[in-house]
């Protein structure tokens, strides 16, 4: 839980510094490849290895990364203060952040059967409109739910699957006895 408060104090400062400069598309693509070098590359360990000197590590972090100055300040930052590891943790509380900035909300959509591309959009137009935001979703398919829609965005959840509604009716009738 550490990890993750400080990925956000991090992510925090990156993005007041990419709202005043008007750069947060430069900067959610800099933190993506911050990201995927510091947590996700063969380098991952090799950076995260206090054993190696600093100076050797921030060498391998200019060589390998082609970012804003800033950007790589803030990559030699995490591995100088041993955090290199939660570069992606960062990178998503960013762009988390700058979602919310953009009005753009994240959906998940399931259903019992795969949805065409154009139900998608429909869905998607339809959220938008309730949510006033931007909405862009991804669709999920679990035959369990038997029918119906379940649809999260953040951390509500609208659950109108068939699944359910059986087990709300079993409860009512044990209810009824």
Not at 129 to 154: C, E, F, S, W, Y
């Amino acid at each position: 839980m550490a990890e993750l408060r400080a990925a956000r104090r991090y992510a925090q400062a990156a993005f007041q510094i990419a709202v005043d400069s008007g750069t947060i598309p430069t900067w959610r693509s800099d933190l993506a490849d911050i990201a995927q070098v510091l947590s996700e590359s063969d380098l991952a360990a090799a950076l995260d290895d206090r054993r190696m000197p600093l100076a050797i590590r921030y060498e391998m972090i200019e060589r390998v990364l082609d970012i804003s100055p800033l950007a790589l300040n803030l990559a030699k930052l995490l591995v100088q203060k041993g955090r290199s590891l939660d570069a992606s943790a960062v990178a998503d509380a960013f762009n988390e952040l700058a979602d919310e900035h953009d009005g753009i909300a994240h959906a998940e959509i399931t259903t019992a059967v795969d949805l065409n591309p154009t139900q998608v959009a429909n869905i998607e137009q339809q959220l938008s409109t309730t949510l006033n935001k931007h909405v862009q979703a991804v669709a999920a398919v679990d035959p369990a739910i038997i029918g119906g829609i379940i649809v999260r965005v953040g951390d509500r959840m609208v659950d109108a699957s068939v699944r359910t509604r059986l087990k709300q009716l079993r409860k009512e009738l044990q209810g009824a006895r």
